[in-house]
């Protein structure tokens, strides 16, 4: 095995990223995850560092509030050589509407401080690389300004001597069994090769070629670059960007940072190789216990959730207003990688969002755990434990990342470095 790449793996959840990066190691680079945290502030049980010590050995593993294990074990943390995270993102989530979307004043999104302070205070021993992952909604957070957060964030890492990539991803469109769209932001400090080249090349050619995520997620060669310059301290920027276009992000889907000088714009995928549909991944009807099949009873609910909506509905303060909503397909297509998987998937309640596929007998049912894992490309029942209900396994995977993307950027950090 070649080099070990040490990392730190940060909100960690059931260990999405330490699969991925794992299972990328080959005879030039060998992936180490030498520390871990995962802490749910929401919950007394912790439940996913249970499935994550359960998988991996509580070894190197912490389940403390990252801000206390830097305020008062900072040491604790290993020096490594790539830090990942998939920061908590329910500020920024299509979950909420974005007039409830706080970004980087909600509870939440200040972890990303967390991550900031941890390569501040490694100073010359703070990693070589990062790999960060969130909703792509960050691209245009808050409501009222959007684009802020996300400035805030890349010229907070600039600051610290990385170079910044960006690229929205969505994992159906490389063959990838499930339509989940998120930014993976990537960093390469000042002095790694890495950096040097993608100072030196041009922003179209690291973004469409040259970088690490074209090459692993292959675009089109023609793009238009945008360049903005983002100039201030922190509360200047959060003060005054986009105050003369406060309803537009400047930032598309793809586009690199150095020294401040943000360059961006708006790459198309191209994939020619096997896709993976979300009838691939069902497990036979046989083996799908009762409780996941819809009652004929209930189907009234699920098409009626499922279905258009153009009706007259009054709020609680007494106001009446019309909704009105477009179709849901019932039942999901089987021949095309699934919609995204949400948190709230799991329950034998009617829902808009939830799966719903019908079997060869011509029953209804919703997804069991197993192929909510393999959606994600997670081995199966990998959140299988005694007391996790079936439930909190759905919540998992709809926290989770598609494992197989994580891997090719792990091949091609393997490979470019």
């Given at each position: 095995?070649?080099?070990?790449i ?19 190691s ?8 030498v520390?871990?945290n995962?802490?749910e502030?929401?919950?007394t049980?912790?439940h ?5 010590v ?7 593993f ?6 206390k ?5 900072f ?8 830090l990942?995270?998939?920061f ?5 989530s299509?979950a909420?509407?974005?007039k409830?979307?706080?970004g980087?004043i909600?509870?939440?999104g ?8 941890i390569?501040?205070r ?9 790999f ?6 960050l691209?245009k957070?808050p ?5 802020k ?5 890349i010229a907070?890492l ?7 990539e960006?690229?929205?991803?969505n ?22 090769k890495?950096?040097?080249?993608a100072?030196k090349?041009s ?10 995520l074209a090459?692993?997620?292959?675009v ?14 922190f ?6 960007f986009s105050s003369?276009n406060p309803k ?8 690199l940072m ?8 708006r790459v ?5 190789g ?7 991944i069902?497990?036979?009807?046989k ?17 009626y959730l499922?279905?258009?909506?153009k009706e007259?509905?009054k709020?609680?303060n ?14 999901d297509?089987?021949?095309k ?15 808009r969002f ?12 919703r997804?069991?755990?197993?192929e ?6 997670f081995?199966?029942?990998h959140t ?6 079936d439930?909190k ?9 598609v494992v ?14």
């Amino acid at each position: 095995m070649g080099k070990s790449i040490k990392i730190v793996e940060l909100f960690a959840g059931v260990g999405g990223f330490r699969i991925g990066l794992e299972s990328a190691s080959d005879s030039k680079t060998s992936y180490k995850t030498v520390w871990a945290n995962q802490y749910e502030p929401a919950t007394t049980r912790q439940h996913a560092s249970e499935v994550y010590v359960a998988r991996f050995g509580d070894k190197n593993f912490s389940g403390r509030d990252i801000e206390k294990v830097i305020e008062n074990d900072f040491n604790g943390i290993p020096d490594h050589d790539l830090l990942v995270g998939g920061f908590p993102c329910q500020d920024y989530s299509v979950a909420s509407t974005l007039k409830n979307s706080h970004g980087l004043i909600g509870k939440k999104g200040v972890l990303f401080w967390s991550i900031y302070t941890i390569l501040s205070r490694k100073g010359k021993n703070a990693p070589d690389y990062l790999f960060l992952e969130n909703v792509d909604r960050l691209l245009k957070s808050p409501a009222k300004q959007r684009g802020k957060d996300f400035a805030v964030m890349i010229a907070a890492l600039s600051d610290l001597g990385y170079a910044i990539e960006w690229r929205v991803i969505n994992a159906a469109e490389y063959g990838f069994p499930q339509r989940r769209r998120r930014i993976f932001i990537i960093g390469y400090k000042k002095g790694t090769k890495l950096y040097d080249k993608a100072t030196k090349s041009s922003p179209n050619d690291w973004l469409t070629k040259d970088g690490i995520l074209a090459d692993a997620f292959t675009v089109k060669k023609e793009m238009h670059v945008n360049e903005i310059e983002i100039e201030g301290t922190f509360a200047e920027i959060t003060k005054n960007f986009s105050s003369d276009n406060p309803k537009l992000s400047p930032f598309y889907n793809a586009g690199l940072m150095i020294n401040r000088v943000a360059f961006t714009g708006r790459v198309e995928s191209v994939h020619k190789g096997k896709n993976i549909t979300l009838g691939q991944i069902l497990i036979d009807e046989k083996d799908v216990p009762e409780e996941f099949f819809i009652p004929k009873k209930k189907l009234e609910s699920w098409l009626y959730l499922k279905g258009a909506k153009k009706e007259e509905r009054k709020s609680l303060n007494g106001h009446i207003y019309n909704y009105s909503e477009g179709a849901m397909v019932f039942p999901d297509a089987l021949d095309k990688p699934s919609r995204t998987i949400i948190t709230g998937e799991g329950g034998g309640g009617a829902s808009r969002f939830k799966h719903v596929v019908k079997t060869p007998s011509g029953r209804y049912r919703r997804l069991v755990p197993l192929e909510l894992e393999r959606l994600n490309m997670f081995p199966d029942n990998h959140t299988k434990l005694d007391g996790i209900s079936d439930s909190k396994r759905a919540f998992f995977m709809g926290n989770a990342l598609v494992v197989g993307a994580i891997a090719r950027v792990g091949q091609s950090l393997s490979k470019k470095r």
